[in-house]
């Protein structure tokens, strides 16, 4: 009987990526009787009725055909009209548009349209761990910034400019920030945008949080910066802000000569989103907005009862003004963000991803999800506490 050589079938590029170190954690947990998990970042309230019905209707009415590549006319042209409401941005539902399966795939579609092997992707870490294997795969460089928390996790003009090489075509701006909860204000980016301005560089700004920051500060896109719309592809979604994960809907908006190759990768890979769940979508965004404010109240709620908590038992937390995550310092306990976690599931009971699955510059924090019930999250303070207890 012959054997197969898989070493020499498969992209050595592929066997190099490692797998999420989100999901890693969340994997034992699921083995496991009574875990405390605030590991994933999935919302805990259901979708709402309103989303979820207009979903029922369309298969209740046959709408399960495909759509056009680009999405529904319909559902682009609310797209157009929420980013125009929410943060300013202008684009053609025609041509600037495109839905998509979740927002990942508009990362992927993002980059896989501009960069070419030995290109440079600038990507500002602790952020969310597709960007690096995504640039990667489509042959690009990746460049690392490490962020840190004495600049609240920002990319500061400062770093950029010194990673900026003749070879650079991309920066990731990952905010409102998974991990760090960091978030980047007006003035923050009209620096950034000093600096791209003149320069061949895309901007692919990841703004799935945006609906999900705190303290009164509203989501600015950089897109909305002078002279920056052009060169950025602005990735959004529903996931988050509408809790639809398993929907699957995202969409980018860009330029139309750049929005024209994007929608080529999706043809051919994807066809189109799913047809019940843009339908979903056109719901949630002409009447959701008071589910969304709801939502986000509560997360504060509970972001402000975790940051409390772990100040209390000596793990620092900065504040996290943005999406659904703490970023405490284990820096106290003497152990790498790895043996903390490892330590902290088998001996408590309590899932919590290490910094590291983030990038090298999470090193010493933890990823605590505080989209969990206010029962759920107390008791996981309680839990590490005594653990804390223990190991001194």
Same mark, same amino acid.
């Given at each position: 009987?012959?054997? $197969?050589?898989?070493?020499?079938?498969?992209?050595?590029?592929?066997?190099? =990526? %490692?797998?999420?170190?989100?999901? %890693?954690?969340?994997?034992?947990?699921?083995?496991?009787?009574?875990?405390?998990?605030?590991?994933? +970042?999935?919302?805990?309230?259901?979708?709402?009725?309103?989303?979820?019905?207009?979903?029922?209707?369309?298969?209740?009415?046959?709408?399960?055909?495909?759509?056009?590549?680009?999405?529904?006319?319909?559902?682009?042209?609310?797209?157009?009209?929420?980013? %125009?409401?929410?943060?300013?941005?202008? !684009?053609?539902?025609?041509?600037?548009?495109? =839905?998509?399966?979740?927002?990942?795939?508009?990362?992927?579609?993002?980059?896989?349209?501009?960069? &070419?092997?030995?290109?440079?992707?600038?990507?500002?870490?602790?952020?969310?761990? &597709?960007?690096?294997?995504?640039?990667?795969?489509?042959?690009? $460089?990746?460049?690392?910034?490490?962020?840190?928390?004495?600049?609240? @996790?920002?990319?500061?003009?400062?770093?950029?400019?010194?990673?900026?090489?003749?070879?650079?075509?991309?920066?990731?701006?990952? !905010?409102?920030?998974?991990?760090?909860?960091?978030?980047?204000?007006?003035?923050?980016?009209?620096?950034?945008?000093?600096?791209?301005?003149?320069?061949?560089?895309?901007?692919?700004?990841?703004?799935?949080?945006?609906?999900?920051?705190?303290?009164?500060?509203?989501?600015?896109?950089? *897109?909305?910066?002078?002279?920056?719309?052009?060169?950025?592809? $602005? $990735?959004?979604?529903?996931?988050?802000? @509408?809790?639809?994960?398993?929907?699957?809907?995202?969409? *980018?908006?860009? /330029?139309?000569?750049?929005?024209?190759?994007?929608?080529?990768?999706?043809?051919?890979?994807?066809? #189109?989103? /799913?047809?019940?769940?843009?339908?979903?979508?056109?719901?949630?965004?002409?009447? &959701?907005?008071?589910?969304?404010?709801?939502?986000?109240?509560?997360?504060?709620?509970?972001?402000?009862? =975790?940051?409390?908590? @772990?100040?209390?038992?000596?793990?620092? &937390?900065?504040?996290?003004? +943005?999406?659904? !995550?703490?970023?405490?310092?284990?820096?106290?306990?003497?152990?790498?963000?790895?043996?903390? #976690?490892?330590?902290?599931?088998?001996?408590?009971?309590?899932?919590?991803?290490?910094?590291?699955?983030?990038?090298?510059? +999470?090193?010493? @924090?933890?990823?605590?999800?505080? #989209?969990?019930?206010?029962?759920?999250?107390?008791?996981?303070?309680?839990?590490? +506490?005594?653990?804390?207890?223990?190991?001194?």
């Amino acid at each position: 009987m012959s054997t $197969v050589n898989y070493d020499r079938i498969l992209n050595p590029c592929v066997k190099d =990526i %490692k797998p999420s170190g989100i999901r %890693k954690f969340f994997d034992i947990a699921e083995t496991m009787q009574d875990v405390i998990s605030l590991g994933v +970042g999935e919302p805990d309230f259901p979708t709402p009725w309103k989303i979820r019905r207009a979903g029922i209707a369309s298969l209740e009415h046959s709408q399960t055909r495909y759509t056009s590549n680009s999405g529904l006319e319909h559902l682009r042209r609310e797209v157009a009209h929420y980013v %125009k409401d929410k943060y300013n941005l202008t !684009y053609d539902y025609k041509s600037e548009i495109l =839905i998509t399966v979740g927002g990942s795939e508009a990362i992927d579609a993002a980059i896989r349209a501009v960069v &070419c092997p030995g290109d440079e992707v600038i990507i500002p870490q602790p952020s969310y761990v &597709c960007y690096e294997p995504m640039t990667a795969l489509a042959g690009g $460089v990746p460049v690392i910034i490490q962020t840190d928390a004495e600049h609240e @996790f920002k990319l500061t003009p400062e770093a950029l400019l010194a990673h900026l090489t003749p070879k650079t075509k991309v920066l990731i701006l990952p !905010y409102p920030c998974n991990p760090t909860g960091g978030i980047m204000e007006k003035e923050d980016l009209e620096k950034i945008a000093d600096i791209l301005r003149e320069r061949d560089i895309l901007v692919i700004s990841d703004e799935i949080y945006a609906e999900l920051t705190y303290g009164g500060k509203r989501h600015v896109s950089i *897109a909305s910066i002078d002279g920056m719309a052009e060169r950025t592809v $602005v $990735v959004n979604g529903f996931s988050k802000s @509408f809790s639809m994960t398993g929907w699957r809907m995202g969409y *980018a908006c860009g /330029p139309a000569p750049i929005m024209q190759e994007i929608r080529k990768i999706h043809q051919y890979a994807i066809m #189109c989103a /799913p047809t019940t769940s843009q339908y979903a979508a056109i719901e949630a965004l002409r009447s &959701c907005d008071t589910n969304v404010q709801e939502m986000r109240e509560e997360y504060d709620m509970r972001r402000r009862l =975790i940051v409390s908590g @772990f100040n209390k038992l000596g793990l620092t &937390c900065r504040e996290p003004k +943005g999406a659904f !995550y703490a970023f405490p310092s284990i820096a106290s306990t003497g152990m790498t963000s790895e043996e903390f #976690c490892e330590k902290l599931l088998y001996s408590k009971k309590v899932a919590v991803v290490p910094g590291p699955a983030f990038g090298q510059g +999470g090193e010493g @924090f933890i990823r605590a999800s505080y #989209c969990y019930s206010v029962e759920h999250i107390n008791e996981a303070l309680k839990r590490i +506490g005594e653990f804390l207890e223990e190991i001194k």
